[in-house]
DNA sequence: TTAATATTATTAACTATGTTAATATCTTAT
DNA sequence: ATAAGATATTAACATAGTTAATAATATTAA
């Protein structure tokens, strides 16, 4: 009888999707069990009976959001674009994507969630980085990278993008800069990477 | 009369320096109100005579580590050194640093204060940036980089920085990657940057 | 030195949080 | 239709940040 487990399924996602959009309307911070529940149009308690408590819910709303981001960079994907101009594409729509979005950022890269409950299945991750793999290697036959310096470039970019999207969200020290400003720096710095 | 204002920040210091320990003990997550009243001696409540609330507790904390962070920096400076070498190890320490002080790095980079309480003084930024820099301008005289260069290898390498903190410290995705892992990627993307 | 006053600390209280236990409601099989 | 099981709700608990009312202490004026 997996009925039973189908309606489970679906009240699973009741409480997943109220709490995506709290989190995109609020932000993650206010978040909070009862206005999940009220917004799902149950009691708050109801949860418990799906979710072994908050965090885990929180767990499913970020592989949601990932997903998202995943198939909103593969919008971008173009065969025909040049190796290079993909590969710009693909990071700079990445950087900008999360920057109209911080509080998916948030959640997806900076709450503290604890330990990611086991029984949560973690998506093969349907993975950005094989995005970026994909157009660094082409990259390379078109000779705009070395051959030996994939990884290395991979990395490079992937942190790079990162570390500017945590200080462009948190707005600490960073004085003023605009996501556009940014998303020029990440231009020259690839520029500067594929200029060897 | 500013015998007062000597005893008001003398109790300032017994709230920021409890919270700090606080931190470093059991995390910034662990922190709250009562404690650092219990631990500095002094009722809860004692502590909203001394700051707005705990936020601006935190930001004066921050300000404290962020010191900290830059005199730890400051004594690896060596001016018999490579300046190559001086640049690697500055990024490598930098990153060990807050590797093995997570909580520190949660509170300076990640946590999620308002924003910045006017009255206070942001240290006119007392700058790892600025030994960064220094470093960085070193090279290119040694050859090692370019002179137009400098601000885009300079943002780039802070920002890598930074990604594969937050990567290490939150290790969501990070498969199991340990500091020192890490910490020779970085070496390996310098070498990269420096090798035209 | 003492009385009045201003300053500073504490206790009590309020609202909100996550979570659990006890209770009520609904579904389903007989 | 009713008993049994599953599911949802209300009540309650512990802890949080913060504020107001009160107590204690230090300062000043006589």
Redesign the pocket.
């Given at each position: 009888?997996d009925?039973?487990e189908l309606?489970?399924q679906r009240?699973k996602t009741y409480f997943i999707d109220s709490a995506k959009a709290i989190i995109m309307e609020e932000g993650v911070m206010?978040?909070?069990?009862?206005?999940?529940?009220e917004k799902a149009?149950?009691?708050?308690?109801?949860?418990?009976?799906?979710?072994?408590?908050?965090?885990?819910?929180l767990y499913y709303c970020l592989f949601d959001f990932l997903e998202d981001a995943y198939k909103y960079l593969l919008s971008y994907r173009d065969e025909a674009l040049d190796a290079k101009q993909q590969l710009l594409t693909y990071t700079t729509e990445y950087f900008r994507y999360f920057a109209e979005r911080p509080e998916i950022f948030r959640l997806v890269f900076i709450a503290s969630l604890g330990p990611l409950p086991e029984e949560i299945a973690h998506n093969p991750q349907v993975s950005v980085a094989e995005l970026l793999g994909e157009a660094l290697v082409a990259c390379t036959k078109a000779g705009y990278f070395e051959e030996g310096d994939i990884q290395v470039a991979a990395e490079l970019i992937a942190s790079s993008i990162h570390g500017k999207l945590m200080f462009f969200i948190q707005d600490r020290i960073l004085d003023g800069e605009t996501a556009e400003m940014i998303i020029k720096m990440i231009e020259a710095e690839i520029e500067y990477m594929s200029r060897k």
């Open positions: 009888m009925k039973k309606q489970r009240m206010a978040l909070s069990a009862r206005k999940v529940g149009g149950y009691s708050y308690a109801t949860i418990y009976n799906y979710f072994t408590d908050i965090n885990a819910l």
